[in-house]
């Protein structure tokens, strides 16, 4: 299974940016996806997750309403996970990582997911 995620930059306070992660791999069409963050000295935090169908979609409380988390499924092994932010804040800043294959407990902990890729920085403005 192989991540890579793109679209990282810079922003100013109230902007819109789109992340994107293609996966590619046997498992990738049928695991969810998730996105995470992580800002400077502090633990990686949980941005949303969508299920390998699309259909289901989860936000962490901090991003909810200003995030949306789509994926497109190829027919070739691959899949690719976006992540649109708009009304972007200082707070925002971070490193953000997909991961793939949630594995049971708490999907909002790291540990839940088997595979990440690695790491686009967002960095927003004031």
């Known amino acids: 299974v192989q991540l890579q995620a793109y679209g990282g930059g810079s922003v100013q306070a109230g902007g819109s940016l789109k992340l994107s992660c293609v996966g590619s791999g046997p498992t990738v069409t049928t695991s969810s996806m998730a996105w995470f963050r992580q800002a400077p000295g502090k633990e990686r935090e949980f941005v949303g997750r969508?299920?390998?169908?699309?259909?289901?979609?989860?936000?962490?409380e901090r991003v909810q309403g200003r995030f949306t988390i789509s994926r497109d499924n190829g027919d070739t092994g691959k899949s690719t996970l976006n992540l649109q932010m708009n009304r972007l804040r200082p707070e925002d800043t971070a490193i953000y990582y997909c991961a793939l294959e949630f594995r049971g407990g708490d999907p909002s902990l790291p540990s839940a997911w088997g595979y990440w890729g690695q790491g686009t920085l967002v960095t927003v403005s004031s």
């Open positions: 969508i299920s390998s169908s699309g259909f289901t979609i989860s936000y962490g």
